[in-house]
């Protein structure tokens, strides 16, 4: 991005107003709220059972307890929602991203048979959809419902993917695949071995999105799955959420470790690890998504 | 490879067709049958028996659905949330990259952008929770509205319907607003530097060039972003609103999407709920063929 080139160019034009110190005061506070939430989850989850059970921390804990870490990995349940959201997350991006790439590695062949046809039937998913009742008609006549598999396989394609990944690889030069293709190999060794080394950054990018939409997903495991070894974190914090789960954490938990903890710092201390690999990831992302964007990835 | 016959060229590239034809395969499953099952909008289905034996009721349920008062009460919340989100969050990241464009010092420039955006990555499940703690009556925003003497007494936000699109509108401004301003920083910074220098040269100030060069400039964007809005007015966001609705809300939190589960999946009323879907999907489209006809009029960008 350079529109920082920009804003240098300007200042030599005007000095400090009283513009420049409403905006910055503005930004801090756009920037303060923003990041808040974050901090808000942290310090809740730290604080001790007296504190918690009267109201929540809002800046600072009084106290430095890390029992409820502990109370949500005595859990079996969450510590099992951990391990299938990420069995998931690994599996359905690195699927996705090498089934889509793959696809749109054939797709930007110009000189490809049938290539209108084949880009005509994309396109149409993306203009309509059959929508969630008959998509939950399918997943169940398909035999996926209540399966690790309907992490998957549905979600291993996506027709706008593709177009961001043909369109990098258009990009590429020419001359890659032709000194292949002289020593016989065939397209399918080309993609694997000359177009995904190539094409690192356009991987990486798609691989981040994907991989933050199948762990941030919470209602495939509400909408598909019955089976509660088989829920994902972030279906397991809804239903502590909106449906006021915690308390039967909360009470294994308090004789587990014979302690009084109170249900909202569990819910806190379990947020704060979903919420520990977006934080991770996040420098990455952030390094890649606008160049992501300016391919064409903004969807959501 | 001309003169070569159209089976001969497809033998020949039957190895690129063997990568490809897999995605066509994943597309007619998972995309093209439920576009076939939307027929069962015209059919009594019953999930027991094989959907083609199921008989047709014509427009029964449609009739149903107009019929039935619920159902303008979820169109009216659907196009209610829509309408204050396209007043409210559709320009706040317009106004929120202008100004963060107006930012002298660079560091801060991107410190500000980067945080901006981190709300995006939090999942609904998670901020719907930490929302739901703050509206609660011992959350921060009764704190604050009783230390600022707002309200006098403490009130249940999220259990009342009158707050509802408050909270919707408000909860998505939050968490878009970094996240919907990228594309717009994006193309500021598309624009031609030259334009500001000829612009100072003949004495335009600073709001008059952010409105003549900054605004101008960025207008194809806002155009088409406001198309593509104005097309989703019917579909809402689902995950935001099935993490912070409750039966006592449910007045003014049942959109099209919520009422399609609550009526399909909790209800098992499928052919019901498919005739919605397919209405929505027929005025979504002619929504976005309205909005791309006005844009066009107005502002001279369509998207087709």
């Not at chain 1, 420049?20 to 059972?49: E, K, Q």
């Not at chain 1, 990944?165 to 397209?187: I, Y």
């Not at chain 1, 939409?213 to 397991?236: A, C, E, H």
């Not at chain 2, 801060?108 to 952008?113: A, S, V």
Request: with cysteine.
């Amino acid at each position: 991005m350079d529109s920082m080139g920009k804003a240098r160019g300007k200042s030599r034009y005007y000095p400090t107003s009283l513009f420049d110190i409403c905006n910055v005061a503005i930004m801090l506070l756009i920037g303060f709220s923003t990041i808040y939430p974050v901090w808000f989850i942290f310090v809740n989850s730290i604080a001790g059972a007296d504190e918690a059970l009267t109201t929540s921390v809002n800046w600072w804990p009084k106290t430095l307890y890390l029992g409820n870490y502990l109370a949500v990995f005595k859990d079996g349940g969450i510590a099992n929602a951990f391990l299938i959201s990420v069995l998931r997350t690994v599996t359905a991006t690195f699927i996705h991203i090498f089934f889509t790439g793959m696809v749109a590695y054939g797709l930007s062949k110009k000189y490809l048979a049938g290539r209108k046809i084949y880009m005509l039937i994309g396109i149409v998913t993306m203009l309509f959809q059959g929508g969630l009742i008959p998509t939950f008609l399918l997943i169940k006549n398909l035999g996926m419902y209540d399966r690790f598999i309907v992490y998957i396989i549905p979600a291993m394609f996506n027709f706008y993917n593709l177009i961001i990944f043909a369109s990098f690889f258009n990009s590429l030069p020419q001359s890659l695949e032709e000194s292949a293709k002289v020593d016989g190999a065939k397209e399918f060794l080309i993609f694997t071995r000359i177009i995904i080394p190539c094409s690192k950054a356009v991987f990486a990018t798609l691989a981040l999105f994907v991989g933050v939409y199948n762990w941030n997903d919470y209602f495939m495991g509400v909408m598909y799955i019955d089976n509660d070894k088989l829920r994902p974190i972030q279906t397991v914090l809804y239903k502590i959420v909106s449906e006021s789960a915690a308390s039967v954490i909360q009470q294994q938990a308090m004789e587990a470790l014979g302690k009084r903890i109170s249900p909202d710092s569990i819910k806190f201390a379990a947020m704060v690890i979903a919420t520990l690999p977006i934080v991770l990831v996040y420098p990455f992302l952030q390094k890649y998504f606008v160049k992501g964007l300016m391919m064409g990835s903004l969807k959501g | 490879m001309d003169g070569m016959s159209l089976l001969k060229r497809i033998k020949q590239q039957r190895n690129l067709h063997f990568m490809v034809l897999p995605g066509m395969a994943w597309m007619l499953v998972f995309c093209y049958v439920p576009m076939i099952w939307l027929v069962i909008s015209f059919k009594e289905y019953d999930i027991t028996k094989p959907m083609w034996d199921s008989p047709w009721v014509g427009l029964f349920h449609f009739k149903e659905i107009f019929s039935d008062d619920r159902f303008w009460g979820v169109i009216k919340n659907t196009l209610g949330i829509s309408f204050y989100k396209l007043i409210a969050a559709f320009p706040i990241p317009v106004i929120f990259a202008l100004f963060l464009n107006e930012l002298k010092n660079i560091k801060f420039k991107r410190t500000i952008q980067t945080i901006s955006y981190l709300p995006h990555f939090i999942s609904w499940a998670i901020f719907g929770g930490i929302l739901l703690n703050w509206l609660s009556t011992t959350g921060l925003v009764n704190n604050i509205m009783v230390a600022l003497n707002i309200q006098n007494e403490r009130i249940l936000y999220n259990s009342d319907p009158r707050y509802f699109w408050w909270i919707a509108v408000i909860s998505d401004v939050w968490k878009e607003l970094g996240w919907n301003a990228i594309i717009y920083l994006c193309a500021i910074s598309g624009i031609d530097l030259n334009l500001y220098d000829a612009a100072h040269v003949d004495g335009a100030g600073r709001f008059k060039k952010m409105w003549h060069i900054t605004v101008q400039s960025i207008r194809p964007t806002i155009a088409i972003l406001f198309i593509l809005a104005v097309s989703n007015v019917f579909n809402g966001s689902f995950e935001q609103i099935f993490v912070i609705r409750n039966s006592m809300n449910l007045p003014a939190s049942e959109t099209i999407d919520i009422f399609v589960y609550n009526m399909g999946i909790s209800q098992g009323r499928f052919s019901y709920s498919t005739a919605v879907i397919l209405l929505r999907s027929v005025l979504s489209l002619l929504f976005l063929l309205m909005a791309n006809y006005a844009s066009g009029k107005l502002t001279g960008e369509s998207l087709f």
